[in-house]
């Protein structure tokens, strides 16, 4: 018998278009500008986990310097900022292991503006291009070899400075999100 994968999750989350998430974060407020059009199961995924606190009290688990800076994994959530930063495994595993439980499929094949630009908000995901669930990343600079294989969701609007400040351990004390004009 052959390995049966989950299926895709769809979230119900209704995208609006004019969508903005405010991370607000142990170094300050980051604020993005979420691309529904271009990626709307990303989009609705992000705006249904924020709504529902997943992401209160996380921490950034990986700091890779000119490259990403990436959170979102529930591993985190009980573990000091001091025992992320060093890479130490928690009560339910190690940094960066740890999803929602589901998987959405991926949209960087879809997605026109799918471009890695400094301050780009795209999600992260295993070896499986259907894999992403909760873990993101903020590009620290241009990383178009990303392109091809990782979904773009947002762009930063404010907070380029906090992002640049932004380590290993650094928490995410909640995400909200806003609508504005479209």
């Keep these: 018998m052959g390995f049966i994968q989950d299926p895709l999750y769809t979230p119900e989350y209704a995208v609006v278009g004019d969508e903005v998430a405010v991370l607000v974060t142990s170094k300050g407020a980051i604020r993005v500008r979420l691309d529904g059009d271009g990626a709307p199961v990303h989009v609705a995924n992000f705006c249904e986990l924020a709504s529902s606190g997943f992401y209160d009290d996380l921490k950034f688990h990986r700091y890779v310097p000119g490259f990403v800076i990436q959170g979102g994994c529930p591993n985190t959530r009980e573990m000091t900022p001091e025992q992320v930063a060093r890479g130490e495994a928690g009560p339910f595993g190690h940094p960066g292991t740890g999803g929602p439980g589901y998987r959405i499929r991926q949209e960087f094949t879809t997605n026109p503006r799918n471009s890695h630009e400094d ?30 294989g990782y979904t773009v969701f947002g762009r930063t609007v404010e907070g380029m400075d906090v992002i640049g400040a932004l380590r290993a351990g650094d928490v995410i004390d909640s995400i909200r999100i806003e609508h504005v004009g479209a």
């Design 119 to 148: 301050g780009a908000l795209a999600m992260a995901r295993s070896s499986d291009p259907d894999s992403a669930g909760s873990q993101f990343y903020f590009c620290l600079g241009p990383q178009h070899g990303l392109d091809s």
